[in-house]
């Protein structure tokens, strides 16, 4: 399970760096920890980018950064944190086990590479970042570890044993897939689910399941990602929204996110833009719910579903 905090108050949202605008600053999970709901994702924050964009939001009051082995940015990440200067115990840090990694023997050596990439003996929070396994051939898919996740998962629970990882959670994991693997005798459950959750693809149902059962969820591309930013900033619920509470488009939608009781990951190389996209604001009930409303009226539209380029014969998210 995990519980809200609530933070801040009030109603300015240009106020300071931690200070949460009526909204909860993080939440706490099984473990006791206190992960902030916004994080600084780096997919696609490209090298002689990432380091600067991981100081601009360090400097901005962030204290979440979202990362993965697969991004192949963690060391430029990990000595931006260095340089920060920022305490370690300060900063949230989310690495992800990619693909290629399912098999148990594997998942402490990358571990291992991912730590000492980011210049750190701990990760705040591990997670399978599909479920899904290559085989070792490095060719999709090990069907075996694809259908049975929890020798992997025994392996992510020998990690926080072991005090190299402090939580552990999935990604891209629908109810089906998070069942098929808490069916098992877990000594630690998920602490959180990391999946697409945007205008686009509100989610509300997993929203309301796994808060139903405890499991945290993190919204990534909350802003629709790279191709549909612009669709999502000019939707014009939103727009009317941020024109009446004096935000922007962006923080309005990031604020959503938070209200609806997620943790929200944008990414951003842009200096102003990762200013902006901490400044959360609750936002009026009436308001929320015209959002919410807006968001969960038309057909979902998934913006990422590898199922067909990674060749598998099945579907990710049925
Ligand atoms: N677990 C997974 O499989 C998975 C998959 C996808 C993403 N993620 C995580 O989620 C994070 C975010 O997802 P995402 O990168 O797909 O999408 P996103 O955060 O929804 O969108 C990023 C795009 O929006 C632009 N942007 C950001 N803030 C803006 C603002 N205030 N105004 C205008 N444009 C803005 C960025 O441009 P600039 O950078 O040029 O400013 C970038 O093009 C990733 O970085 C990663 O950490 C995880």
């Given at each position: 399970m995990f519980r809200w905090v609530v933070g801040g108050g009030g109603k300015c949202h240009h106020t300071g760096p931690n200070f949460s605008g009526g909204l909860q600053s993080h939440y706490v999970l099984n473990s006791g920890d206190k992960i902030p709901s916004v994080a600084l994702g780096v997919w696609k924050a490209a090298p002689g980018e990432v380091g600067q964009a991981v100081k601009t939001a360090l400097d901005a009051g962030y204290k979440h950064i979202d990362g993965a082995?697969?991004?192949r940015n963690e060391a430029e990440v990990g000595k931006a944190l260095k340089e920060s200067g920022v305490p370690r115990e300060d900063i949230w840090i989310t690495s992800k086990l990619w693909n290629t990694f399912h098999a148990p023997e594997d998942v402490e050596p990358i571990l291992d590479e991912s730590l000492a990439k980011l210049g750190t003996d701990y990760l705040d929070l591990y997670l399978v970042h599909w479920p899904v396994a290559t085989k070792k051939d490095g060719t999709y898919y090990d069907k075996e570890l694809t259908a049975d996740p929890y020798p992997t998962?025994?392996?992510?629970?020998?990690?926080?044993?072991?005090?190299?990882?402090?939580?552990?959670g999935v990604s891209n994991f629908n109810v089906r897939r998070i069942q098929n693997l808490t069916a098992?005798?877990?000594?630690?459950?998920p602490a959180v689910n990391q999946v697409e959750i945007n205008y686009f693809l509100p989610q509300p149902e997993l929203v309301q399941w796994s808060k139903e059962s405890g499991i945290l969820l993190e919204a990534y591309s909350p802003l629709g990602s790279d191709r549909r930013v612009s669709d999502s900033l000019n939707v014009p619920v939103v727009k009317e929204i941020a024109k009446e509470?004096?935000?922007?488009?962006?923080?309005?939608?990031?604020?959503?996110?938070?209200?609806?009781g997620t943790i929200v990951l944008p990414k951003s190389v842009t200096p102003s833009r990762i200013v902006e996209n901490i400044h959360l604001t609750k936002l009026p009930d009436e308001l929320f719910e015209k959002l919410e409303k807006a968001a969960t009226s038309h057909p979902p539209e998934r913006g990422s579903n590898p199922s067909k380029s990674w060749g598998l014969d099945f579907d990710i998210f049925e």
């Open positions: 082995w697969i991004y998962w025994q392996k992510l629970e020998e990690m926080v044993a072991k005090g190299k990882v402090r939580n552990i098992n005798p877990l000594k630690i459950q509470l004096d935000m922007t488009p962006a923080e309005v939608i990031i604020s959503w996110h938070v209200q609806r």
